[in-house]
């Protein structure tokens, strides 16, 4: 079975061409998505359904920095672990524990709540470019500590989301 | 003059007949049907000239049933018996219907769906739908004077699995192939968007009698892609006259309502809302059954006022739907209105400022829906010219999971994923021992189960006894392109499996259906087998033609023995489909559709693998 990026046609790089992956999709799901075979016979169907259910999960997992980083990781045998492997540097740990705390005090106040978040989503471009410096150099086991580190921070990403929904 | 050409029977049809299809828009309120005639999407207008059908049924005690404004015309005399906004009842239990307790009804608090006890007897939201919808069919049939290949029914796009259900269960009963349920928003993106060429990405709020949908797409050439959907299944217009009606009887200071008063204040109150669209003030003017006399001035600016809160309740979604597509509202094109609903002046002024743009609304709000399903029907019926193609590309709009121990959803399936879509997921077993496991499917975003909807609950049985944890049980989520769900689970050290399409809990089973047709149509049970007799034989038609087409192109991938043994199954088909013997013509369906299985996944290898191969990105794009 081809793997996400052989099914695209593309290589296994982190750094992906989005516009080709796009393209290569649509290509791809203009062939196989069900709407195209209403008409067919039932055995048609079905693999009409598995196809595009399996262009939609790869393109999925392609298009997003976390899944796609973690997908190369498990490609070349080096497992997240995310649920057992908590252990983080405690700079890290230091970090989210501060911007938790400045969450807490910018309960009202928009202007300290923006300069959080601005800080926190620099933070996650930089995380992610980080990760991308451990691909490039084939680390997986660096590149999949540091993906642990990018999971916490999206997690906090979501939680100011949330409450950017009650400051309004 | 051009000979008309007959095929051969049994031969595919020509190339360029035109197969009938319709799309269909089961409103809340009213419903309409569309078709795509010379390449122009048009709506079906009764023998009267007019468009809309109410959504209203009135059964009668003989057992008919009127339907649309002669039902209409009756349901302040007889609102028992007469069924509004139906839509709002699809796939709900008594408790979650919204002022169930001003509804006139005769309600049954039946597991699942609701049912309505009425002089022709009990009948469930579905049976009331489908009476909607046979009348649509007849409609149609009557106008294109032939039979119809298919139908693609709109939904609400955020309806979930039981409500989606239901809808699917009642084109059936009213004798309609369904080619695709749709997305209300995506079926007049599809409208607006052929109609205006557009490109970039654009909302589509759609506020109509019962429902709100809030859809973010982006359309490129040839592509509809939805990034994110939200709504409320239980907004809409008719919360607006409901609102108007308290406050009448507040201001009027009535005693409680009978049943037949509430019906005439309803009625009024829609009148008003609608009035108030155009006019800054009305007067309300009613004789109720007791003789008092209601009679009291409201402004527009007051019925603003008392319906603000509802018009908050769009905006909420709206940004939780831009959240989830990852963009600010600076990166939205433009905001397409739907339904009759977005005629309200406070609506548009409220998504104006929400958007930062003015909405657009060159699109009759009630039709483009409706337009948008007979473009998308007309194209998979297989009408489309070459070159006249699209993508559509839908997502779900509320995640799908299962309960865990101590009553939590875990999510297996989030929302908004791109469909068809398919999960799976391992668990194990909590005793030693245990050789059962309970499956309860759930859809929604809260975290408790009792916090989500119940879709299913199924069992997985015969697991060979083993300590706790070490069963192995695989649970796969898959979710078709009509946005329907089934799960499958496996035990994976004994190979043990159970599987379910998610009906039991809300849908009906085939029997259930069978009765259903039999009652609605009060045909002999001697006419329901002589039908499902033809729809075998149209559909072992269907499979020979497919197939046959198939080896025609491609039946160099195949070896001579399985060429040999899918023309033997071929051959099998061919000799029942003319048959009386509806089982064996079942039989051999299947068994043909399982002997091509195989080939149908060579062919589609093989196309794939030719659709990038050598191709430069300027070529993709």
Request: hydrophobic share 45%.
């Amino acid at each position: 079975m081809q793997n996400h990026f052989e099914l695209f046609q593309l290589a296994p790089d982190f750094d992906l061409d989005m516009a080709r992956l796009d393209a290569a999709y649509r290509e791809i799901q203009s062939r196989v998505h069900p709407d195209k075979f209403v008409g067919a016979s039932t055995a048609e169907q079905r693999v009409a359904m598995q196809w595009a259910t399996r262009a939609n999960e790869a393109y999925q997992t392609l298009k997003n920095p976390l899944k796609r980083a973690s997908y190369l990781c498990e490609l070349h045998g080096v497992a997240l672990q995310a649920e057992s492997n908590t252990a983080m540097p405690a700079e890290f740990l230091m970090q989210q524990m501060a911007w938790r705390e400045e969450l807490d005090e910018a309960k009202n106040d928009r202007a300290a709540f923006e300069r959080l978040e601005t800080e926190v989503l620099q933070a996650h471009r930089d995380q992610i470019a980080q990760i991308a410096r451990h691909l490039a150099k084939a680390d997986f086991q660096h590149a999949a500590q540091s993906i642990r580190q990018l999971m916490f921070l999206e997690k906090f990403i979501d939680d100011l989301d949330h409450r950017s929904e009650h400051l309004i | 003059m051009a000979l008309l050409q007959i095929s051969e029977p049994g031969m595919s049809t020509a190339p360029h007949q035109h197969r009938l299809a319709i799309g269909i828009d089961l409103g809340t309120t009213n419903s309409l049907v569309a078709t795509v005639k010379n390449s122009i999407p048009e709506i079906l207008s009764d023998d009267e000239g007019r468009a809309l059908l109410p959504s209203v049924v009135r059964y009668l005690p003989n057992g008919h049933a009127n339907i649309g404004f002669k039902a209409q015309a009756a349901q302040t005399s007889d609102p028992k018996n007469t069924v509004l906004s139906v839509k709002r009842l699809m796939g709900r239990g008594l408790k979650d219907i919204a002022y169930a307790e001003n509804l006139p009804y005769d309600f049954l608090d039946t597991p699942g769906m609701v049912q309505i006890q009425t002089v022709a007897g009990v009948k469930s939201p579905v049976e009331i739908s489908a009476q909607i919808l046979a009348t649509l069919r007849q409609r149609a049939e009557d106008a294109l004077g032939d039979e119809l290949v298919g139908a693609v029914i709109t939904v609400p796009a955020y309806f979930d699995d039981a409500q989606r259900q239901a809808t699917k269960d009642a084109a059936k009963l009213a004798g309609l192939n369904v080619l695709r349920l749709l997305n209300e928003p995506t079926a007049a993106a599809i409208a607006y968007g052929l109609d205006n060429a557009s490109e970039g990405i654009y909302a589509v709020y759609d506020l109509g009698g019962g429902t709100f949908d809030i859809s973010i797409l982006k359309m490129s050439k040839g592509v509809f892609e939805v990034l994110a959907t939200g709504g409320d299944s239980a907004l809409g217009g008719d919360d607006f006259d409901h609102r108007l009606l308290c406050w009448i009887s507040e201001h009027a200071k009535l005693a409680p309502l009978s049943d037949a008063d509430t019906r005439l204040l309803m009625v009024k109150s829609r009148e008003i809302k609608e009035l108030l669209s155009t006019k800054s003030e009305t007067q309300i003017d009613a004789t109720l059954g007791s003789g008092e006399h209601v009679r009291l001035t409201i402004s527009a600016e007051i019925f603003a006022d008392m319906t603000q809160h509802l018009i908050q309740k769009t905006i909420q979604p709206c940004k939780k739907a831009l959240r989830d597509a990852g963009l600010q509202i600076d990166q939205i094109d433009g905001v397409v209105l739907v339904g009759g609903a977005t005629r309200m002046p406070p609506v548009r002024k409220a998504v104006g400022a929400f958007f930062q743009m003015t909405p657009l609304s060159n699109l009759d709000p009630d039709k483009v829906v409706a337009l948008g399903a007979a473009i998308q029907a007309n194209l998979l019926a297989g009408n489309r010219a070459s070159g006249d193609d699209w993508l559509l590309l839908d997502v779900i709009p509320l995640s799908l999971g299962i309960e865990t121990m101590g009553g939590l959803a875990e999510k297996v399936i989030p929302r908004n994923s791109t469909i068809p879509c398919a999960r799976a997921q391992e668990f194990t077993t909590f005793k030693d021992g245990q050789t059962a496991l309970a499956i309860h499917v759930v859809q929604g975003e809260r975290e408790l189960v009792s916090d989500c909807r119940s879709l299913a609950r199924f069992e997985l049985r015969g697991i060979p006894p083993m300590a706790a944890g070490a069963a192995r049980i695989r649970i796969t989520y898959q979710v078709d392109a009509d946005g329907l769900l089934s799960v499958s689970a496996r035990e994976l050290r004994s190979n043990v499996e159970a599987s379910i399409t998610v009906k039991p809990s809300y849908g009906l089973d085939d029997a259930a259906i069978t009765r259903m047709l039999q009652d609605t149509h009060g045909t002999a049970e001697a006419d329901m087998q002589a039908r499902a007799l033809r729809e075998q034989q149209v559909e072992a038609q269907r499979i020979l033609l497919a197939t046959r087409s198939a080896l025609d192109a491609d039946a160099h991938l195949l070896s001579a023995d399985e060429l040999a043994a899918i023309t033997q199954l071929i051959s099998v088909l061919e000799q029942c489909a003319a048959s009386e013997d509806r089982e064996a013509i079942v039989a051999a369906i299947e068994q043909l559709s399982a002997g091509t299985d195989v080939f149908a996944a060579r062919r589609m290898d093989q196309s794939v693998r030719a659709v990038l191969t050598g191709k430069t990105l300027e070529q993709l794009i």
